[in-house]
């Protein structure tokens, strides 16, 4: 799999401001350390130097995140109950403390801890730790609003804020009233549907929304299916039928993969977006209708006017609005937040409980270039969430490899050397691991033991 980014780069999106800390130390180095560190990052972060002071705090102001020694005059940390238990304004835990104890860090973490962190410390480490709690903690924010997205009909929201689709949206609202022909470009399975469907849903046409995968019907029926027929046209013809244009009257008819649709079929239709009135198959009148039309392709529809697979004239016609979606490798910070979405809603579709992902499941999502795209992201999620498996570990385990010999081999080789050589590609393929190597071979373990053996006259066979 090829990478788009390089690990050490920051791979997850910055963290907001808008998050609050309150630090409880009765060291007043301490306190003032972590408060000058994190108030570079953070909205609001206050300070005090017993449970006292920092639950009267706390009263007055929610915080995201509590810092507290757990060894403090009067009330320990760990005896914070009012924090500890109030679930209806639950922050998360870090625990700091300077005693080597092992009990007292079983008893931090069974109070509730989210980490544990011992004195001294370098700054790196505590920011590590806020930072995987302040991930968790948005991650339950951003699932909320999914929620509530999706309880109020929100399905077709385009996720994304990366600059390429803040450009797509604004494209999208400028366009979206008027009843100009739209055409999409893009790869397969980045979304050009969603992006038609948002443009019908702003349009404020009161039709309805109609796709048709052009690719899909048969040559021989597309124009019955699109303009209808009128009884016996054709064989089979028994009655009249309304095609899609009819039933998109007032709406919106999106033509999917349009660079699929046969050259007489490209006439024709173009003659509709001239004339806006279609002709059933079989019929003498035309018939006016009211539909705006967007299409889309995952071919690039220049290059097929340039091969003659494509009519010009219709391209023309067809390119007056262009919108072009940008693959997934291209807007990889929108990986995290399509993961988030895809999750929530794939959970609540399948009756399972939601799934949360660890930080080096979002690393390894987005360090992957997707050449499915959102189709492929969405179907890998669906898997992770039916096997139980997380994403990471797609990337964890030894990717199979089709071991293909070089060629070439000298001519005055023996059969048993080129076998050999042969064979110890296999295994290192399989990282050394003999047992993999031996059932893609079609042998034994125990006959690829002997044939390491032979070739190497009792030296360790050793593997797995």
């Not at 007043?28 to 994190?38: E, H, I, N, T």
């Not at 973490?109 to 505590?126: C, N, T, V, W, Y």
């Not at 689709?165 to 100009?180: C, F, L, Q």
């Not at 697979?309 to 693959?327: K, S």
Request: glycine share 8%.
């Amino acid at each position: 799999m090829s990478n788009t980014m390089s690990p050490s780069e920051n791979l997850i999106k910055p963290l907001p401001s808008a998050v609050s800390v309150l630090i409880v130390d009765d060291e007043p180095g301490m306190r003032s350390f972590l408060s000058k560190a994190l108030s570079k990052k953070f909205a609001l972060v206050e300070t005090a130097s017993s449970v006292e002071e920092a639950e009267q705090l706390r009263s007055r102001c929610h915080f995201d995140l509590l810092i507290v020694d757990i060894r403090l005059p009067g009330r320990s940390g760990i005896e914070w109950h009012e924090a500890l238990d109030d679930q209806e304004r639950r922050s998360d835990i870090i625990f700091m403390t300077g005693y080597a104890d092992i009990e007292v860090a079983i008893a931090a973490l069974r109070a509730g801890a989210s980490d544990f962190i011992m004195k001294p410390f370098h700054l790196e480490q505590m920011m590590k730790a806020v930072d995987r709690c302040i991930e968790r903690r948005l991650l339950k924010r951003e699932n909320l609003m999914l929620r509530r997205d999706v309880a109020i009909g929100y399905a077709s929201t385009i996720i994304g804020n990366s600059e390429p689709m803040m450009e797509v949206k604004r494209v999208i609202e400028r366009v979206a009233p008027t009843n100009a022909v739209v055409l999409i470009q893009g790869e397969s399975g980045t979304g050009k549907e969603l992006v038609a469907r948002q443009l019908h849903q702003l349009s404020g046409r009161q039709g309805p929304f109609v796709p048709v995968n052009c690719g899909a019907i048969a040559p021989e029926l597309l124009e019955s299916e699109l303009f209808g027929h009128t009884a016996g046209a054709f064989t089979g013809a028994k009655g009249s039928r309304e095609g899609l244009f009819s039933f998109a009257s007032g709406g919106t008819i999106f033509l999917d993969e349009i660079g699929e649709m046969p050259l007489k079929m490209q006439t024709a239709l173009l003659r509709v977006l001239e004339q806006r009135a279609i002709r059933p198959v079989g019929g003498e009148k035309e018939v006016a209708i009211d539909v705006r039309v967007v299409a889309a392709s995952n071919r690039n529809l220049a290059e097929e006017v340039e091969a003659g697979n494509f009519r010009q004239d219709l391209y023309y016609r067809l390119n007056v609005l262009d919108i072009t979606i940008p693959p997934l490798r291209d807007r990889a910070e929108d990986i995290v937040e399509l993961t988030h979405y895809f999750t929530l809603q794939l959970s609540s579709e399948l009756g399972v409980r939601e799934v949360v992902w660890s930080h080096e499941d979002l690393q390894k999502l987005q360090q992957y270039d997707w050449p499915g795209n959102i189709r492929e992201l969405r179907n890998m999620i669906e898997r992770c969430i039916l096997l139980g498996k997380p994403p990471a570990e797609y990337w964890k385990q030894p990717v199979r490899q089709e071991v293909v010999a070089e060629g070439g081999y000298p001519l005055e080789w023996p059969l048993k050397e080129v076998e050999k050589s042969h064979v110890m590609k296999v295994v290192d393929a399989h990282g050394g691991n003999k047992s993999a190597a031996a059932r893609d071979l079609g042998v034994s373990r125990k006959t690829l033991d002997r044939k390491y053996k032979e070739w190497f006259d009792g030296e360790s066979v050793d593997g797995e």
